[in-house]
Antibody
């Protein structure tokens, strides 16, 4: 069964850091680009970051560029999101998603999400 | 303010047909990029509903269809059912934003 499982969400103060993980199983992880998508409480979906299948290409939304870093370990089938200088407005459920197609990636597979709360 | 514009809400009675619009610009939908649609039932994870304008993943009924024209796209739902009540999001790519996938703000569908 194809599955994505996020972890690492927590309560953190503004200016703090967190690292999210997304463990993939049931498919050849190293052959897919991956993305992070977030959803603030009661709000819509916002694409955050993407990484190519090898990890060589990385992309960020303007709202997180310079603060967040996406990476992956294909030997461990795991995607990461390092979040630094966190702000209240980063509070959201963070989903990892498997991409298919380019340049408009379709997110065919989603994890269940992990909650990040930045409180002052 | 989302790059792609959707109506905040639409409604319809069971059995009716409803459409949800997704309006973009010349740097996204108007540039010829694909549009995908997602359904998010209350309290659940988003699910891919339509990709590449009008392809359906396995298991999505043919009551759902998509179309695209110029700088906009539409999702149509025919034979509306109570279980279709959900939030719907369109998604595309914007070449003004480096590497950026973009979502619409979402539309809440209410089945009357």
């Amino acid at each position: 069964e194809v599955q994505l499982l996020e972890s690492g969400g927590a309560l953190v103060q503004p200016g703090g850091s967190l690292r999210l993980s997304c463990a993939a199983s049931g498919f050849m992880f190293s052959t897919y680009a991956m993305s992070w998508v977030r959803q603030a409480p009661g709000k819509g979906l916002e694409w955050v970051s993407a990484i190519g299948d090898s990890g060589a290409n990385r992309y960020y939304a303007d709202s997180v560029r310079g603060r967040f870093t996406v990476s992956r370990d294909n030997s461990e089938n795991t995607l990461y999101l390092q979040m630094n200088s966190l702000r209240v407005e980063d509070t959201a459920i963070y989903y990892c998603a498997r991409e298919e197609g380019a340049p408009v990636a379709a997110f065919h597979v989603w994890g269940q999400g992990t909650m990040v709360t930045v409180f002052s | 303010q989302s790059v792609l514009t959707q109506p905040p809400s639409v409604s319809g009675a069971p059995g009716q047909r409803v459409t949800i619009s997704c309006t973009g610009t010349s740097s996204n939908i108007g540039a010829g990029y694909d549009v995908h649609w997602y359904q998010q039932l209350p309290g659940t994870v988003p699910k891919l509903l339509i990709y590449g304008q009008n392809k359906r993943p396995s298991g999505v009924p043919d009551r759902f269809s998509g179309s695209k024209s110029a700088t906009s796209a539409s999702l149509a739902i025919t034979g509306l059912r109570a279980e279709d009540e959900a939030d719907y999001y369109c998604q595309s790519y914007d070449n003004n934003l480096s590497g950026s996938q973009v979502f619409g703000g979402g539309t809440k569908l209410t089945v009357l």
